[in-house]
T-cell receptor, first 110, second 114 residues
Framework: QKEVEQNSGPLSVPEGAIASLNCTYS??????FFWYRQYSGKSPELIMS????GDKEDGRFTAQLNKASQYVSLLIRDSQPSDSATYLC??????????FGQGTILTVHP | EPEVTQTPSHQVTQMGQEVILRCVPI?????FYWYRQILGQKVEFLVS????????KSEIFDDQFSVERPDGSNFTLKIRSTKLEDSAMYFC????????????FGPGTRLLVL
């Protein structure tokens, strides 16, 4: 069974801090990785995609990929209360099928 | 900004009834997907669809499920005889050509089977 695992949290950080979310995957054939944000009762919203080893930055978000360690992470700088949500890590190995982790609940408190 | 839309937003049905969930993907996207999320659980892949054919389907997507793109805009998921365990949020997603699996999700249909 090809899995994506996330630390389920919940993760609580103060406003303005860095939130660090982690994800590991078991399928070495996975080539593409994604971070989605999901508010309660809503659909997943794409935040970042990453395909190559290293870091990718987009505003306050930085995704990191290490294929040798089968590890993906998301850093959120200057966390805001509006960032409070469940963050889903997903990987893809074939035909676009995304395999999701169980999500990490993030709470940013004022 | 273009969005994936889904109807209905909520559907309540009796066990054994057929339901059809509808999606309008983003215009010009070529790849289409259905996922489901049982309350409190992971988002699970059901099926992918490209060029009017199923590309891949999961073990969940058994003979009770079918998908169709009846025209140039709609993409439907049919469950022929619903079971209690089909109760979930169903998400449609679409992906542009060359999108490298960058999928955009619709708002979902919450299905409750009684």
């Amino acid at each position: 069974q090809k899995e994506v695992e996330q630390n389920s949290g919940p993760l609580s950080v103060p406003e303005g801090a860095i939130a660090s979310l982690n994800c590991t995957y078991s399928d070495r054939g996975s080539q593409s990785f994604f971070w989605y944000r999901q508010y309660s009762g809503k659909s997943p919203e794409l935040i970042m995609s990453i395909y190559s080893n290293g870091d990718k930055e987009d505003g306050r978000f930085t995704a990191q990929l290490n294929k040798a360690s089968q590890y993906v992470s998301l850093l959120i700088r200057d966390s805001q209360p509006s960032d409070s949500a469940t963050y889903l890590c997903a990987g893809s190995a074939s035909y676009g099928k995304l395999t999701f982790g169980q999500g990490t609940i993030l709470t940013v408190h004022p | 900004e273009p969005e994936v839309t889904q109807t209905p937003s909520h559907q309540v049905t009796q066990m054994g009834q057929e339901v059809i969930l509808r999606c309008v993907p983003i215009s010009n996207h070529l790849y289409f997907y259905w996922y489901r999320q049982i309350l409190g659980q992971k988002v699970e892949f059901l099926v992918s669809f490209y060029n009017n054919e199923i590309s891949e389907k999961s073990e969940i997507f058994d003979d009770q499920f079918s998908v169709e793109r009846p025209d140039g805009s709609n993409f439907t998921l049919k469950i022929r005889s619903t079971k209690l365990e089909d109760s979930a949020m169903y998400f449609c997603a679409s992906e542009p050509a060359g999108g490298r699996e960058t999928q955009y999700f619709g708002p979902g249909t919450r299905l409750l089977v009684l």
